[in-house]
């Protein structure tokens, strides 16, 4: 019955490889996010989707694509990864995008 | 664009006292302000929220904060803190008028020692 939930949770890869990262909510909320927690926890957001549509895109390398197939999904695809990818990666949804957010468990993406 | 400060790195407090995390606030509206708490390696959890009406806004877990709009600041407060509040909490605020995105702060550590 988790309500956000990631996969993977954790990601070792190489430099230059192409990764994914699934996220699914069962709360029938209408806006999904992306997020990214450096190591010193300091959290950005990065993608927003609501009911499909991508509502706000930060100034994040074009090598990351989300991709949200329908309302309860938002993927995340990064090409050619680099060190500096390596973070932990939340997905969250809200009702609206002026409600609070549930947070996924995370994945933690380390790049070698 | 809005922004977060939560002042203080660490803070720390005896088992039983009160317990009190810093945040203020910048917006060019009104602010929707958020709680949020994450325990090690987990997601974030929502505590509590102000969006409009009382200035004390009471959350999950004993928490609660002061929405203080002269001062621009939403403290988060508890009267006796655990040691299972030890974690990381973050203030987040968003703008009324429109902009979607939610600025978290930097994030508090909070010890709470037995």
């Known amino acids: 019955d988790t309500a956000v939930s990631q996969t993977p949770k954790y990601l070792v890869t190489q430099m230059g490889n192409d990764k994914s990262i699934k996220c699914e909510q069962n709360?029938?909320?209408?806006?999904m996010y992306w997020y990214k927690q450096d190591s010193k926890k300091f959290l950005k957001i990065m993608f927003s989707y609501n009911n499909k549509e991508l509502i706000i895109n930060e100034t994040v390398p074009n090598r990351f694509s989300p991709k949200s197939p329908d309302k309860a999904h938002l993927n995340l695809h990064i090409n050619s990864l680099e060190l500096g990818d390596s973070a932990v990666y939340f997905c969250?949804?809200?009702?609206?995008?002026?409600?609070?957010?549930?947070f996924g468990p995370g994945t933690r993406l380390t790049v070698l | 664009a809005q922004s977060v400060a939560q002042p203080e790195d660490q803070v720390n407090v005896a088992e039983g006292n009160p317990l009190t995390v810093k945040c203020t606030y910048s917006v060019s509206g009104n602010p929707y302000l958020f709680w949020y708490v994450q325990y090690p390696n987990r997601g974030l959890q929502f505590l509590l929220k102000?969006?409009?009406?009382?200035?004390l806004v009471k959350g999950s877990y004993g928490f609660e904060a002061e929405f203080n709009k002269s001062q621009t600041s939403f403290h988060l407060k508890k009267p006796s803190a655990l040691v299972s509040d030890s974690a990381l909490y973050f203030c987040a605020v968003r703008d009324y008028y429109g902009n979607n995105r939610l600025a978290f702060g930097k994030g508090n550590q909070v010890v709470v020692i037995p």
């Open positions: 709360l029938g909320h209408d806006t």
């Open positions: 969250a949804s809200s009702p609206t995008y002026d409600n609070e957010q549930f």
């Open positions: 102000y969006i409009t009406g009382d200035n």
